[in-house]
């Protein structure tokens, strides 16, 4: 059984940061696409970054330079390094595995990040 188990969100005051980790089990975790979605209530969930098996990176324009993305094969977790926060980066924030040939894609259940004065 495949599973992706968030933490790491919470109540952050803006220009604040957090680190989100995404535990993942049930698949060869050095072989998935592993990419951190958010979620606002009304809006389409939104791809906030990305990496790949070969530890390449992509960013949403909206979180370069703010976000970072990295992966540890050895612990089964992706991590996202979230500074200087802003209101608009309050989402929902979800955890997404993807194989080289595409599908099934696999995720978490999500962790809330509100960012707030």
């Known amino acids: 059984q495949v599973r992706l188990l968030e933490s790491g969100g919470g109540l952050v005051q803006p220009g604040g940061s957090l680190r989100l980790s995404c535990v993942v089990s049930g698949i060869k975790f050095s072989s998935y696409a592993l990419k951190w979605y958010r979620q606002i209530p009304g809006k389409e969930r939104e791809l906030v970054a990305q990496t790949t098996w070969d530890d390449s990176t992509n960013y949403a324009d909206s979180v370069k330079g703010r976000f970072t993305i990295s992966r540890d094969n050895a612990k089964n977790t992706v991590y996202l390094q979230m500074n200087r926060l802003k209101p608009e980066d309050t989402a929902v924030y979800l955890c997404?595995?993807?194989?080289?040939?595409?599908?099934?894609?696999?995720w978490g259940q999500g962790t809330q990040v509100t960012v707030s004065s």
């Open positions: 997404n595995a993807a194989p080289p040939w595409g599908r099934p894609t696999y």
